[in-house]
């Protein structure tokens, strides 16, 4: 059961990535296409967690604080630049 | 006991795939630029967080040895997610409204985005096509 349930969780996650993927390409605005990234680090973090199910190991844990913490700053400092045309003033 | 284990499992990653999916779709299929936002700032973090919490569960039922490492990062993801939300959507408010438009904040200064202590962004040359785009959806 818990098998269907995951692979139905990675073709959900998938087509999420695919449709940020989508959004980075062809975005309306510079708003969008950090938003739409900062939507693929926070769906790689679900992908990688259903990963450690599938192959049951707490090995990706690291990864997936990595993502999160290099995902946030790396979103913050984006709109920060363009918020202020500077990162660190 | 295993069986419900398994069935609370299954039903958390269905729950949490389907947010996941309804929070990336929403940043494809809504309109407008701020509504845009809500997506991914809601939806796909709860899918996020009932995956990891899914995931602790698998491992406090079947692993080896329980641990806390998943709730750690849902909350940190549950922290960070409006945090980003609130910088985008002034990023939005910065690139496609002009300072005249934006409400009084209150105190006898400008917002601090458009202040005389901020430099002239690189991006603000596209203001006016933003704003047109802005008066079109309303």
């Known amino acids: 059961m818990i098998e269907y349930a995951l692979y139905f969780a990675f073709a959900c996650f998938g087509i999420g990535q695919l449709f940020c993927l989508y959004r980075v390409v062809f975005a309306p605005g510079v708003g969008d296409r950090v938003l739409a990234l900062d939507t693929m680090s926070i769906n790689m973090i679900a992908l990688i967690a259903l990963f450690g199910i599938l192959h049951d190991t707490t090995m990706y844990f690291e990864i997936m604080m990595l993502f ?17 045309g500077d990162v660190i003033e | 006991m295993e069986f419900y284990a398994e069935l609370l499992i299954s039903a958390m990653l269905v729950l949490a795939g389907f947010f996941g999916f309804v929070g990336s779709f929403g940043l494809v299929k809504l309109p407008d630029q701020m509504t845009r936002l809500h997506g991914p700032t809601k939806a796909a973090t709860l ?3 009932g995956v990891l919490i899914a995931s602790l569960l698998w491992f406090a039922f079947f692993g080896d040895h329980y641990s806390w490492h998943e709730l750690l990062i849902a909350l940190f993801l549950f922290l960070t997610a409006p945090i980003t939300g609130l910088m985008i959507a002034k990023v939005n408010m910065h690139l496609t409204w002009s300072p005249d438009e934006l409400p009084h904040c209150g105190e006898d200064k400008h917002w601090a985005t458009f202040g005389n202590s901020a430099e002239r962004s ?17």
């Open chain 1, 68 to 84: 999160a913490l290099v995902g946030f700053v790396s979103t913050v400092a984006y709109a920060k630049f363009l918020l202020r």
């Open chain 2, 47 to 49: 899918g996020v967080g």
């Open chain 2, 122 to 138: 690189l991006m603000d040359s596209t203001a006016e096509d933003g704003k047109d785009e802005r008066d079109h959806h309303e």
